[in-house]
């Protein structure tokens, strides 16, 4: 039988694949340079010359590294280098690498990116983007920096994007204004660098690096045990897709393809007798980021229901005995991507009034919200003071919660009156204090979510364990709809400034599950069983498995057009 090879250029391969630089250990700043990826490792200063295909590394300032150690932000404008460092901004020939001094900024430059004549140099410190004339070295103008963390550059033509390691966003801004257009979450995170890949003909592809310490299970022959906890360096470089959609204020970026299952194992701390028992679980739902293209039962069947829109999978037994065991419950297929909203202040300033039916649903106690005590009542005035945009309050409320609470895992949950007398909550808690006070503020919301994926996109058909559950929550905008909100993962202590990466955004690894309804509940004899009836976690053993199958393909148009 004979087998004919298919040929692929390198920048067919280019697009389809992760770009792991040898011997590197904190990529940063990144720019294509003809069919080369340039780079700058600034822990060891080396100036890397990077195939993209092969992963071949060539360090082009063997003699140089200590003038490039430090350097965070690199751009490349025909045959010229621009990088920060510190204080600085230096430009060099490539040909050479002796620095040439270009200006000096009151706080730590971070990052570069060179148009013609026009210079962009990012400063955290200061909170802005100064533009400056390449041959005057005068400042032009400044734009306020679309993010809270070390932000890295890229510019093309119209768009400047820039690139914000705490808040793991892309952002496409107009580079004339500073305004933002859309952003991007990515789906790692600490990204440090951006770059654009302009050499295939009518394609333009967003690169970005990332760099971080991961945790790993080192295994030490003098150590007694021998295994033990260690930290090491992780770079790497890896296409940013995204498509981006004005009309419903969204960007969608990098996607994955999941297998996840959920099952209950019958395992009772004491045995019971349960009769006509139904056993329903949510399944997951779809929406503007998460698809679901399968759905089957694991161990016995079921039918499925739809509760308040969302689907719901129900298990029945005629009787649960004592010493009776069971394996059941589903396993769903989806497609999951990152997304990111984007609605300003002045678009929710005419929305229309909350309907009675929303009202009735979403602003009321129904989950121990402890909205008639009075630390809460206080706490949801004084979260918006006399704000009255709903997009406004919304984000006063999140930022009031994080001023007041910090994250810690308890096996159980505490009302928000407690929670805000103790001033630590797990995410349920954040959660349950967050829609107390959006209610009482007049703002529908509701409960979503329930487990995240492992977020190890590189673990490919390698099955993955979450270590914990999780919740988040959806707030409603009249006129628009649901828009995410995560409950804790952004409250970085310090009393901020708080980044703002899952305000109206979610991740690739969030699983959308029985949006406003719980995710598990038992029925015996047309009862519904609460807690203090029996508790599900006394009653089975839940097992929980995620499996990326694959990243999705990139979206057919990959770049604005102006």
């Not at 809270?148 to 705490?166: F, P, Q, R, S």
């Not at 229901?305 to 129900?314: L, R, T, Y």
């Not at 002045?346 to 309907?355: A, G, H, M, N, R």
Request: charge should be negative.
């Amino acid at each position: 039988m004979n087998f004919a090879l298919k040929s692929f250029s390198p920048w067919q391969m280019l697009g389809q694949r992760t770009i792991r630089p040898i011997g590197a250990t904190a990529i940063n700043g990144i720019a294509f340079f003809k069919e080369s990826l340039i780079a700058i490792d600034s822990s060891k200063g080396y100036l890397l010359q990077i195939d993209p295909v092969s992963d071949n590394t060539k360090i082009l300032n063997p003699h140089q590294t200590r003038e490039f150690t430090d350097v965070t932000g690199l751009a490349i404008w025909k045959d010229t280098l621009w990088v920060t460092r510190n204080h600085g901004v230096y430009t060099c020939k490539l040909s050479s690498l002796g620095l040439e001094h270009f200006v000096t900024l009151p706080y730590p430059a971070n990052g570069i990116a060179v148009w013609e004549s026009t210079v962009y140099v990012s400063c955290q410190k200061l909170g802005y983007i100064l533009v400056f004339d390449g041959n005057t070295r005068k400042e032009i103008t400044r734009f306020y920096a679309p993010g809270v963390g070390v932000e890295n550059l890229a510019v093309n033509e119209e768009i400047l994007w820039v690139c914000d390691k705490t808040e793991q966003t892309v952002y496409c801004t107009d580079r004339a204004t500073g305004e933002v257009q859309f952003s991007v979450l990515t789906p790692f995170e600490s990204p440090t660098g951006i770059a654009i890949n302009n050499t295939q003909k009518d394609q333009q592809i967003l690169y970005v690096a990332y760099a971080c310490e991961e945790p790993y299970v080192r295994d030490n022959p003098n150590a007694n045990p021998n295994y033990e906890l260690a930290y090491r360096d992780r770079t790497f470089i890896h296409p940013l897709y995204y498509h981006y959609d004005p009309h419903k204020h969204y960007a969608l970026s990098n996607g994955y393809l999941l297998e996840m299952s959920y099952v209950e194992e019958i395992s009772p701390i004491e045995e019971v007798y349960l009769q006509q028992l139904e056993w329903r679980i949510a399944l997951p739902s779809n929406s503007d980021r998460q698809k679901v293209k399968h759905v089957e039962p694991i161990g016995l069947p079921f039918k499925e229901e739809s509760i308040d829109g969302q689907k719901v999978a129900v298990f029945t037994f005629d009787t649960l005995t004592p010493g009776e065991r069971h394996i059941f419950g589903w396993k769903a297929i989806l497609e999951v991507r990152g997304i990111k909203y984007r609605l300003t202040p002045k678009d929710v300033e005419d929305i229309p009034e909350l309907s009675p039916e929303f009202a009735h649903r979403y602003l009321v106690d129904d989950d121990d919200l402890a909205m008639d005590s009075v630390i809460v009542r206080r706490a949801a005035s004084e979260a918006v003071g006399t704000e009255t945009n709903l997009l406004r309050k919304m984000y006063s409320i999140r930022n009031y919660v994080y001023d007041r609470l910090s994250y810690g895992i308890k096996p159980y949950i505490d009302t928000p009156d407690r929670v805000l007398e103790r001033g630590v909550g797990s995410c349920g808690e954040y959660v349950g204090v967050l829609l107390a006070l959006c209610r009482l503020n007049g703002i529908a919301c509701r409960t979503v979510g329930r487990y995240k994926c492992p977020p190890y996109a590189e673990y490919q058909q390698v099955p993955l364990q979450p270590d914990y559950n999780h919740v988040w929550l959806e707030f409603y905008v009249p006129g628009f709809g649901w828009l995410p909100m995560e409950s804790n993962p952004d409250d970085i202590g310090n009393y901020g400034p708080y980044p703002t990466r899952f305000f109206m955004g979610l991740c690739w690894y969030h699983i959308e599950i029985g949006k406003g309804i719980p995710f598990e509940t038992l029925t015996s004899k047309g009862t519904r069983l609460t807690k203090e009836d029996i508790s599900i976690g006394e009653l089975a053993i839940n097992h929980i498995r995620f499996t990326i199958l694959e990243e999705l393909p990139p979206f057919e148009q990959n770049f604005p057009q102006r």
